[in-house]
């Protein structure tokens, strides 16, 4: 089954194909011209033998045929598929054909860039869109006009990188999806698109700009968002409250000289659920050791 980040991939290039061409460099440069009409096409590709294959997207211009997949993880039967791909629609259409493969990934961008040995002497790779040439931080504008583009700025953020540089990033992308959504994109797209933002994003990224937009009382333009910062916001209090159940557990522990474990301590930690922790309290309050809390 596909991922929503596989599909909205996809939804990128069907929204924007032009943005294929620029995100390619020179490579198609010389045949996809800038000006050309692109229409999506069938993608299921059948040889003469009872062989079916289906790709992710194709895209047909004048003079040239390009099949995008998006691809999230190794898979050598996929890398065996692709130069089928090319050759059957290269037969079907009799002109050149190229295979992009999408992926935000560094190692799948390393693994398709390496390519496969179809004979010796003879490599087949696609040309691949990775990491290092997707936009990392599009514009408010950009967004907007095509939202996938903020599924993947989140995902490409760096997990270890401080707050401070991965803030302006989201805060960009979530004022976009409003402002798409304003401009009428779909409801239901846009929670979509919104919902693999916020899954995407660090976690300590996605809590400074709720922190952010609770300081500067930012009031979202669209009903969609407005809906769900008051869901983040009543999620952040519900957060806080078990923070306040979690160290209270740990109080009560320690003042009765209960000494929890490391293990224990993290499940106390990760525990959100307000009525488990209240009852975790009371019996930290009677039990005689640690581990009873949890039984």
């Not at 990934?105 to 869109?129: D, F, I, N």
């Not at 095509?146 to 979530?174: I, K, Y």
Request: glycine letters at 6%; a negative charge; hydrophobic letters at 50%.
């Amino acid at each position: 089954m596909p991922s929503t980040l596989h599909e909205l991939l996809l939804e990128m290039i069907r929204r924007n194909p032009g943005l294929l061409r620029s995100l390619t460099g020179d490579a198609l440069a010389d045949v996809w011209m800038a000006d050309a009409p692109v229409s999506v096409v069938d993608s299921q590709l059948v040889a003469l033998a009872p062989i079916e294959r289906r790709a992710d997207l194709v895209l047909e211009l004048p003079g040239l045929t390009v099949v995008v997949e998006a691809q999230l993880r190794v898979d050598a039967k996929k890398l065996t598929a692709w130069p089928t791909y090319q050759v059957l629609l290269r037969s079907r259409s009799n002109h050149p054909v190229a295979v992009v493969v999408l992926t935000t990934k560094r190692s799948v961008e390393r693994w398709a860039t390496a390519g496969l040995e179809l004979g010796p002497g003879q490599v087949w790779a696609p040309l691949v869109v990775g990491p290092s040439a997707l936009p990392s931080a599009p514009s408010r504008e950009a967004v907007a006009r095509n939202p996938a583009l903020a599924v993947l700025a989140a995902e490409l953020m760096d997990p270890h990188s401080p707050v401070d540089v991965g803030l302006p990033t989201l805060r960009t992308a979530v004022h976009g999806l409003d402002d798409a959504a304003r401009a009428g994109l779909a409801a239901d797209t846009a929670e979509l698109y919104l919902d693999a933002v916020l899954a995407a994003a660090p976690e300590a990224v996605r809590t400074a700009l709720e922190a952010e937009m609770e300081l500067r009382n930012y009031e979202y333009k669209s009903d969609f968002a407005k809906k769900y910062v008051a869901i983040g916001r009543a999620e952040g209090e519900a957060r806080g409250e078990a923070r306040g159940r979690a160290e209270a557990l740990l109080v009560v522990a320690a003042s009765r000289g209960l000494k929890l474990s490391a293990a224990e301590r993290e499940l106390v930690s990760e525990c959100t659920d307000l009525a488990t922790l209240d009852r975790w309290v009371v019996r930290a309050a009677t039990v005689g050791r640690a581990s009873e809390i949890f039984e």
